[in-house]
């Protein structure tokens, strides 16, 4: 829990720091989130995110946010799966839900045009820290 709240902090940093009135470059942008590491090992959830954001005439049109376990794996709809199976059905579907997050996170950012007015899901904290992490990474390289 403690690394969570870390992650977070670190992310709302970047934020004000990334999200500001700033001068984007048109183009396709790539942002990665660090990895983020449960203390609860395994089961509770680990990985990073990543975001790729297109900017034209100095806005966003369009963003995908995807999330990958340590190991570069992509979570899917397999993910929460073990062999395939699912074997506890409320660690798959709290995962299943953390990954429909991504594609409502990645929506709410084209429609509003700054991450801090993303909202987050509840049951996918750690995707929207991911998710700011990575926004404000691809604004970086994006900055004119």
């Known amino acids: ?16 720091t990334a999200c500001g009135e700033k001068s984007y ?27 790729e954001l297109t900017i034209s005439g100095g806005q966003i049109t369009s963003c995908t946010f995807q999330t990958y376990e340590l190991d570069g794996t992509l979570k899917d709809e397999d993910y929460g799966k073990e062999n395939g199976e699912v074997k506890n059905k409320d660690f798959y579907n709290k995962a299943q839900k953390a990954r429909a997050a991504c594609e409502n996170y990645a929506a709410q950012l084209v429609a509003k045009q700054r991450v ?8 996918a904290t750690v995707n929207y820290s991911e998710f700011k992490e990575a926004v404000a990474d691809a604004l970086q390289k994006a900055e004119q």
């Open 116 to 123: 801090k007015d993303v909202d987050s899901v509840s049951g």
């Open 1 to 16: 829990m403690r690394k969570a709240a870390i992650l977070l902090a670190v992310s709302m940093l970047l934020c004000l």
């Open 25 to 51: 470059a048109d183009g396709t942008y790539t942002g990665r989130s660090a990895d983020y590491t449960s203390e609860e090992g395994e089961e509770a959830g680990n990985g990073y995110g990543v975001v």
